[in-house]
């Protein structure tokens, strides 16, 4: 298994463009969720979801938009990207939405708007 | 509101001597507790997780973490460190209730270094 995977590893972005980033996992895994991660914030919770065709926003949802067609695919769009949005933006998968189950993280994209 | 706390921004230790990451925890339903471990310019790991039963939980690469009710802790250990040890470490609370059930809260993150 590949895992979860995230594309691109880095992106440069102008204030007012924007873009998709891509998760994928092969695990079959119900829970899908997007964090970012800002310094000394820890990571913070952007969207999930439980399932195909069900999302839901997480702690800080502003500027950020998710869908969710198939099980396997969880990409995060920016609609204007705003310098504030410059982080490091973490997928995560699990195999249920239930509080006993490991989340499994990709490798990250780091964003730079400017 | 479940939350965790990492009241160290870093640890340092030397290299053959046992480390301890603290952490401590506030839930209002069961604590479900993680840690999870970040080496630079990567994705975070899993290392070891709390669900019920003996408070002594061991994980990869020879961690291990001991939950306390009473004082509301979580904190990770090493018998020996490793330079190769050195990463940042976060702890987490998985809600379990709710509409915010699955949800990870994640402290702020201890950057641990071990020097030779």
């Known amino acids: 298994n590949a895992g979860v995977t995230q594309t691109p590893k880095f992106q440069v972005l102008k204030t007012g463009q924007s873009m998709t980033l891509q998760c994928a996992q092969d695990?079959?895994?119900?829970?899908m969720s997007w964090y970012r991660q800002d310094p000394g914030m820890g990571l913070r919770l952007i969207h999930y979801?439980?399932?195909?065709?069900?999302?839901d926003q997480g702690e800080v949802p502003n500027g950020y938009n998710v869908s969710r067609s198939t099980t396997e695919d969880f990409p995060l769009r920016l609609l204007s990207a705003a310098p504030s949005q410059t982080s490091v933006y973490f997928c995560?998968?699990?195999?249920?939405?239930?509080?006993?189950?490991?989340?499994?993280f990709g490798p990250g994209t780091r964003l730079t708007v400017l | 509101a479940q939350s965790v706390a990492q009241p160290e921004d870093q640890v340092n230790v030397a290299e053959g001597n046992p480390l301890t990451v603290k952490c401590t925890y506030s839930?209002?339903?069961?604590?479900?507790l993680f840690w999870y471990v970040q080496y630079p310019n990567r994705g975070l790991q899993f290392l070891l997780k709390?669900?019920?039963?003996?408070?002594l939980v061991k994980g990869s690469y020879g961690f291990e973490a001991e939950f306390n009710k009473s004082q509301t802790s979580f904190h990770l250990k090493k018998p020996s460190a490793l330079v190769s040890d050195s990463a940042l470490y976060f702890c987490?609370?998985?809600?379990?209730?709710?509409?915010?059930?699955?949800?990870?809260?994640f402290g702020r993150g201890t950057q641990l270094t071990v020097w030779p």
């Open positions: 839930v209002s339903g069961n604590p479900y």
């Open positions: 695990m079959n895994h119900e829970y």
């Open positions: 979801s439980v399932g195909a065709g069900i999302t």
């Open positions: 709390y669900i019920t039963g003996d408070n």
């Open positions: 987490a609370v998985r809600d379990d209730r709710g509409s915010t059930l699955g949800r990870l809260y």
């Open positions: 995560a998968s699990s195999s249920r939405n239930r509080a006993t189950d490991t989340q499994y």
